[in-house]
């Protein structure tokens, strides 16, 4: 079976530069949840969905975040504009409502020169 | 965002040794969650624990709920090359989806 499937792997991109980052969680999943991983602060869950719908988006760092999900196989954590502090791995996971257990995409490594 | 206290931060041992770690929290937890991240790679679920006191094993993984539902511990018995990575602990509280993610055990093999 698939697991969580993000894209791209690795993005290099330039300041003030719109960022795209997509997320096809498990099948049958209808929890998705976006993090973004850095050495100073580890893992910080910025936004989660529930059906789709966004519960908790108290993590997102600033306006310049936003997340969406158009139906229940497809998210996007968009950045606009992009700055050099946003360069840090994001993780998408997803699980059954109400199962605890999720599971983890192989992550975006975004680097913003 | 508040992280769960894990130790050790580092551990070095030689292959086939055992390995002990654990995570405190100062609050309690409904759910423990142990994961082992590559490098490069995202966290991978290894053990989830429900009930204080639960006693769970996964191949050479233990894992325990701690009695007072703010701790939890992670063994791993006569480690070999691919156990090498970094472990995070993971607690739930009850009604709540947001983990909260321990700081992270890394572990290196010494030839």
């Given at each position: ?6 894209s ?22 209808n ?25 908790d ?30 360069s ?9 409502y ?16 | ?35 082992k ?23 050479r ?12 511990f ?38």
């Amino acid at each position: 079976d698939a697991g969580v499937i993000q894209s791209p792997r690795h993005e290099v991109t330039e300041m003030g530069q719109e960022v795209t980052l997509r997320c096809k969680p498990i099948s049958g999943h209808n929890s998705l949840f976006w993090y973004r991983q850095t050495m100073m602060r580890g893992l910080e869950l910025l936004i989660y969905f529930n059906n789709n719908v966004p519960i908790d988006d108290s993590g997102m760092p600033e306006d310049r975040f936003s997340a969406k999900m158009p139906n229940a196989s497809f998210s996007t954590l968009k950045i606009q504009p992009s700055e050099p502090r946003d360069s840090a791995v994001y993780f998408c996971a997803s699980s059954i409502y109400k199962n605890n257990e999720q599971f983890f995409g192989p992550g975006t490594r975004l680097t913003v020169l | 965002g508040q992280q769960l206290n894990q130790s050790p931060q580092s551990m070095f041992i030689q292959e086939g040794e055992d390995v002990s770690m654990n995570c405190t929290s100062s609050s309690i937890f409904n759910t423990w969650l142990w994961y082992k991240q590559d490098p490069g790679e995202g966290p991978v679920l290894l053990i989830a624990l429900y009930k204080a006191g639960e006693l769970t094993s996964n191949g050479r993984l233990t894992a325990q709920f701690g009695i007072t539902r703010k701790d939890s511990f992670l063994n791993i018995s006569a480690s070999i090359p691919s156990d090498v990575g970094i472990y995070f602990c993971a607690g739930l509280r009850f009604g709540n989806e947001k983990l909260t993610f321990g700081t992270g055990t890394r572990l290196t093999i010494i030839p």
